[in-house]
């Protein structure tokens, strides 16, 4: 898989950003062409006293969840890195990164100031009650 060690690198980011507190979200998009898949939206839930990520599949007539272990869900996303999508972008309160690829498929990542001003609630309470 010729994008698993870019992808792990932007993929430590966003692990960072939950242990720091300050991930709000994560969304794959830009598919190539009209795909029936259109997004994954990533956000973490607590499932089993175990915080984890909501991974939602965002289909053209439906959506479908997926609940991953933290490092499991990187298996999971790589697997759409360039098929469907050339974007993902993690939202966090300190900044927001962007992982793309260009038509050549090269990719860059680049950081920009902060869309989300809030954590997840859901990662906040979590670490409160620890």
């Known amino acids: ?27 794959l998009a830009k ?4 795909t029936e898949l ?15 990520l909501e991974l939602k599949f965002k289909f053209q007539q439906e959506e479908i969840i997926e609940i991953k272990p933290i490092d499991d869900a990187f298996d999971r996303l790589i697997e759409f890195i ?9 939202f966090t309160t300190e900044f927001d990164l962007t992982y793309k690829l260009n038509k050549k498929r090269a990719v860059s990542i680049t950081e920009q100031s902060p869309t989300f001003g809030n ?12």
């Open 82 to 90: 360039n098929n469907p999508f050339l974007s993902a972008i993690l």
């Open 31 to 34: 598919t190539i062409g009209n």
């Open 1 to 27: 898989m010729p994008f698993k060690e870019t992808f792990s690198e932007f993929y430590n980011k966003v692990k960072t950003s939950i242990e720091d507190k300050t991930f709000a979200k994560l969304t």
């Open 38 to 52: 259109m997004n994954i939206y990533v956000r973490p839930i607590v499932e089993e006293s175990m915080l984890q």
């Open 119 to 130: 954590a997840s609630p859901v990662l906040l309470e979590f670490i409160k009650e620890d």
